[in-house]
């Protein structure tokens, strides 16, 4: 299934294919600030969240729900320390996390 999506380079390191390649966007935004633009399929914060104190998490995560999609996924490193933050997402990994907005006690 990895070969839908990626190629197999000569040094064992897999690259995304072009045509997916192009519906990506990178952009560098400040996680204090909210998000305005169109929301988000996927947010990569891995191993980011470790150098916030808990209100400045508490914010981000807080941020990050406006931009997300229900349904989409948020990467985080291991020791993050912000499980407690993300009662409305699901467990999928101790890394991985799907935005699911009914599940939130």
Request: hydrophobic letters at 40%; a positive charge; aromatic letters at 12%.
């Amino acid at each position: 299934q990895k070969h839908a999506h990626f190629i197999s380079l000569p040094t064992g390191e897999w690259e995304l294919k072009p045509a997916l390649r192009q519906l990506l966007r990178f952009r560098v935004h400040n996680l204090l600030a909210p998000l305005n633009d169109r929301q988000f399929d996927i947010v990569f914060l891995k191993n980011v969240l470790i150098y916030f104190d808990k209100a400045s998490k508490s914010q981000v995560i807080g941020s990050l729900r406006s931009g997300l999609k229900k349904g989409s996924y948020l990467v985080t490193g291991g020791s993050e320390g912000v499980p407690d933050l993300l009662k409305d997402f699901s467990f999928r990994h101790p890394w991985l996390h799907r935005f699911d907005p009914q599940s939130r006690s």
